[in-house]
Structures are given as structure tokens and as C-alpha cells.
């Protein structure tokens, strides 16, 4: 009853599935769609905090997808940030043992020491998109812990400006039903469109889940 007062839509098909598709192809794809339907410059989606199910072969319609990270994604917030400050938060991950998010907007990667660069413009404001759950539990969390004992978060900050996100009306779904809908167009499979995604922003670590020795070990 929930799925269906907020997503009236939720039998609507999508397309359709060849095969499984993870939480972390899946997050790259979420993370292109909340950038893309928002109009916003970058987005962020970190995949293992918000995606509780995969994507199932078949028939995907708008209910499959909302089961997935409609429920802990459902609210978005934008705020402006640097391109120093957008590598900061992707350098804290780790640092906090934490999973990387999945990001939309620009190329970037992480070194074999961790380090993580980009082509962002470091003086640049950007706006910026995330779930309001990965601004709570982890962007927060980082800006609180970085200022409290910075030494123990090399390569982060200082974050010396009041970072504050505002809401915004579009729901997660909503920006995932937009991008499911530019997918339609296409005539390239669904998880070769997202290949192409992660290939253009740096992210093909992820499309091989955990198995990655970068990711194993890491915790949510």
C-alpha cells in the first residue's frame, strides 16, 4: 500500500531485462539519473547504503525499480560544493572504512594507494544532488568527524564554509523513471548503457561488485 501511495505509476514497464543487475551497476546508473532528471552538475549515490535489492531479469517495470532504493532514496537534497570539496567527501570514504559512492558528472578514480583524483575544476561551485539519507549518514558525519580530529582524515578538508543542502521536490523514483524513459530510446542493452556510464566517469571498478580487492573489506 505504501509502493502504491507513493508511486501510482509503480506497474508501469520500463523495458526490459536481459539479466541481474547488481546494487553497484545499479548505482551508477542512479547516480547518472539523479544528476540528469535534477539538472543538477554532479550527483552522488552511495549504492550499498541506499539499494537494499537487486534488479531481476524479466519484465522491469517502475514497482521492481522503487524496490530497490525507492524507499531509503525516496528524498533528495542539493547544495553547492567545490571540486576540492566533491574529491574530499570521495577521499573520506575509505578513510572512514566506508564503500565509495557511485558519482555522475565528471571522471574520476581511485589510485592503487586510494587516492582518489578527478577533472573536476577545484575552485568550482558545483551543484550537487544526493539521496537525503547518504547527506545524513555519511556527508555529515564527515564534515562533524574531519572538524573534530582532522589528522585522522588525510587528504580531507578543512570544509571551512557553512555546508548546508536544501530539498528538493523530485523524489528518487521520479528521477530514475526520467532516466529509465531517455533508456527506452535506446537501442543498446540496458546494462551495456550502464558500461558505457562507468566507463565514461571511472567507475568499471564497481560493475564487478565486491569482488574488487579495492572494495572487499569495506563495510556499508
Same mark, same amino acid.
Given at each position: ?98 564503500? !565509495? ?13 586510494? =587516492? /582518489?583524483?578527478? &577533472?573536476?575544476?577545484? %575552485? ?64 543498446? !542493452? ?13 567507475? =568499471? /571498478?564497481?560493475? &564487478?561488485?565486491?569482488? %574488487? ?8
Amino acid at each position: 500500500l505504501q509502493e502504491l501511495a507513493l508511486t501510482p505509476d509503480a506497474q508501469q514497464t520500463a523495458l526490459w531485462l536481459s539479466r541481474p543487475m547488481g546494487r553497484f551497476e545499479l548505482g551508477v546508473f542512479a547516480a547518472h539519473a539523479l544528476r540528469t532528471a535534477t539538472g543538477a552538475d554532479v550527483a552522488f549515490h552511495k549504492s550499498n547504503h541506499i539499494v537494499r535489492d537487486i534488479l531481476h531479469p524479466g519484465l522491469l517495470d517502475l514497482n521492481a525499480v522503487y524496490r530497490t532504493g525507492g524507499e531509503r532514496g525516496e528524498r533528495l537534497v542539493q547544495l553547492d560544493l567545490t571540486g576540492r570539496e566533491i574529491e574530499w567527501y570521495l577521499q573520506a570514504l575509505p578513510i572512514g572504512d566506508w564503500l !565509495p559512492s557511485n558519482w555522475s558528472g565528471f571522471e574520476g578514480r581511485y589510485d592503487a594507494n586510494g =587516492t /582518489f583524483s578527478s &577533472d573536476l575544476d577545484a %575552485d568550482r561551485l558545483y551543484t550537487v544532488t544526493m539521496p537525503e539519507r547518504e547527506w545524513d549518514d555519511r556527508f555529515a558525519r564527515i564534515l562533524r568527524r574531519s572538524a573534530q580530529s582532522p589528522g585522522d582524515w588525510p587528504g580531507v578538508g578543512p570544509f571551512d564554509r557553512d555546508i548546508r543542502p536544501q530539498p528538493i521536490s523530485m523524489t528518487w523514483l521520479e528521477a530514475m523513471a526520467s532516466a529509465l524513459h531517455e533508456v527506452q530510446t535506446r537501442s543498446a !542493452p540496458f546494462p551495456d548503457l550502464v558500461r558505457q556510464i562507468a566507463e565514461s566517469t571511472g567507475q =568499471t /571498478f564497481f560493475l &564487478d561488485e565486491l569482488r %574488487d580487492p579495492y572494495l572487499q573489506g569495506r563495510r556499508e
